[in-house]
């Protein structure tokens, strides 16, 4: 079985690796927040989670702060996270809570300390999914231990019995949410068209035979698109 978690030390998180935050916005149901990193061979690390209701956007934008700099009050000093890109729900951008929206309220925050303004997120629901089956299926996916919320959730989302393409919504789901957030925002524009895939992969010139492994090509394609199946995929300590 393979692994896909394992202990903060074990990562081995580098200071100049880029970073990103991904937020799932909630007052009754939980923000969930997640720091996400990219390693020099194309895997991702998530490895930082915050998880908590009944914030308003100002203490969950600083609660944001003080979790991604070692002293929030000075942006330049030596060791402090540079974040590239803060992706939130995109229902915090129509929303308010005052004159403003939650997403500005929360841009407000992390502008006065150095951190990006948030940008929507990707919030295509299936192909999101998909890519996080995907990294998976291909071990580039690697979560903290730390991240509890997180590891706990995903074992349980199951298929949309009225879209079997999609992942039925569920309460406690927020977690999987944010963190399908910070992935198919960051990943998903530098993955190419399914065609273009396939086009790649054809070598042969003889128009017959170009048929034959482009069929091939696309079965397989589709086969690695598939929904994910996570309430059959078990999650434990690493080894």
């Known amino acids: 079985m393979r692994r896909h978690t394992a202990r903060a030390e074990q990562i081995g998180l580098q200071s100049w690796w880029p970073r990103w935050i991904s937020i799932d916005w909630g007052y009754e149901h939980p923000s969930a927040v997640y720091w996400h990193a990219a390693r020099p061979d194309g895997a991702v690390v998530t490895y930082r ?14 609660a944001i702060v003080d979790g991604s700099l070692p002293d929030a009050t000075n942006t330049s000093k030596p060791g402090a996270e540079k974040i590239a890109a ?15 929206t939650i997403a500005d309220q929360i841009g407000g925050v992390l502008a ?7 940008t929507p997120a990707d919030a295509d629901r299936v192909g999101g999914w998909m890519l996080i089956y995907q990294l998976l299926q291909d071990d580039k996916w690697l979560i903290a231990d730390h991240c509890t919320r997180l590891i706990d959730c995903l074992p349980t989302l199951v298929r949309d019995p009225v879209n079997v393409e999609d992942v039925q919504k569920m ?10 957030y910070g992935l198919k925002s960051r990943l998903a524009s530098a993955r190419p068209p399914i065609e273009q895939r396939v086009a790649e992969r054809i070598s042969a010139t ?31 300590p690493p080894r």
């Not at 006065?112 to 948030?118: A, D």
């Open 49 to 62: 989670e915050f998880v908590m209701n009944h914030l308003t956007p100002r203490m969950l934008a600083q």
């Open 86 to 100: 803060v992706y939130l729900s995109p229902d915090a951008f129509a929303h308010h809570t005052s004159e403003l």
């Open 206 to 236: 003889d128009p017959t035979s170009r048929h034959i492994w482009s069929e091939k090509f696309a079965a397989e394609e589709r086969r690695a698109a598939q929904p994910p199946k996570f309430a059959h995929r078990r999650w434990g």
């Open 112 to 118: 006065e300390k150095g951190l990006p303004h948030p």
């Open 171 to 180: 309460d406690g789901d927020d977690p999987a949410d944010s963190a399908r």
